[in-house]
């Protein structure tokens, strides 16, 4: 989708808002909500678990997605609190270029479209310093994306599980104080205070996965609810990351998968 494009549905988009809601009021507001509901269903595939829409909208679309769903969960916050949350289109990777459905299988696929896979299966020399961190929204999702990138771990280059489902922070921060970690997979409240406990390392960071794409049988999405999406906000939004993002010679990269 070209930029071109953009600009022209974001107006009308904006138009809209301005002026039905002084005029409907919450009656108005309810049907609106509930036609974006049903346009949004025709792109959610129950039988693969995937919302098919997160492949089609390209870097400024999803950040104005991502603006869009901290502003609807992150009604306690402040104005100044929200922007400070918000993600650039430039610090995000277009993956559109992907055609396959992005289930737990394709995973292994898309990261080498986008990475050297010889450096996959390599983990930096210090210890519990991954090169890329897969972020999702709970223990079970995340102990199934560990078992699909399973095949880039070696004696030297484990797969980090930092995620609270059964797993002790204690347990976590021992863990990765004794391994050297290519990749890790966790849930955005875990891996903040991992960083907080000094076990997670973040100079060796090549680039941040989200897992945007899966849902469960609910048709929720990590960004499709308030307990996940906020702290995934959050954990994309920390200043060495915001710095870091468009840095051309440090850069770190975000893709949504």
Do not use: C
Request: glycine share 6%; net charge positive; charged share 35%.
């Amino acid at each position: 989708m070209s930029e071109g494009k953009v600009l022209k549905t974001k107006p009308l988009a904006f138009k809209a808002k301005s002026k039905k809601r002084p005029i409907e009021g919450e009656g108005g507001a309810r049907k609106r909500r509930r036609q974006e509901y049903e346009e949004e269903e025709e792109y959610l595939d129950l039988e693969v678990g995937v919302n098919k829409k997160i492949a089609q909208v390209d870097n400024l679309l999803l950040a104005d997605h991502i603006a869009k769903k901290i502003r609807r969960f992150g009604t306690d916050l402040k104005p100044v609190e929200l922007s400070q949350l918000d993600i650039s289109p430039n610090y995000i990777t277009d993956t559109t270029s992907f055609q396959n459905t992005r289930t737990l299988e394709s995973l292994p696929e898309f990261l080498e479209q986008f990475v050297d896979p010889k450096k996959l299966g390599e983990a930096p020399k210090q210890k519990g310093s991954p090169h890329t961190i897969i972020v999702t929204g709970a223990g079970l999702r995340a102990a199934e994306l560990v078992r699909s990138v399973r095949k880039y771990q070696k004696k030297d280059n484990t797969v980090a599980k930092l995620f609270a489902k059964h797993i002790k922070i204690e347990e976590s921060v021992q863990f990765l104080e004794k391994s050297r970690t290519g990749i890790a997979v966790g849930t955005p409240l875990r891996l903040y205070d991992l960083v907080e406990k000094s076990a997670l390392q973040l100079d060796k960071l090549e680039r941040i996965v989200v897992d945007a794409s899966h849902i469960d049988q609910k048709k929720r999405g990590l960004m499709d609810m308030k307990d996940t999406m906020i702290p995934l906000a959050r954990w994309l939004a920390r200043p060495e990351f915001k710095v870091r993002y468009a840095d051309p010679e440090n850069g770190l990269q975000l893709m949504f998968y």
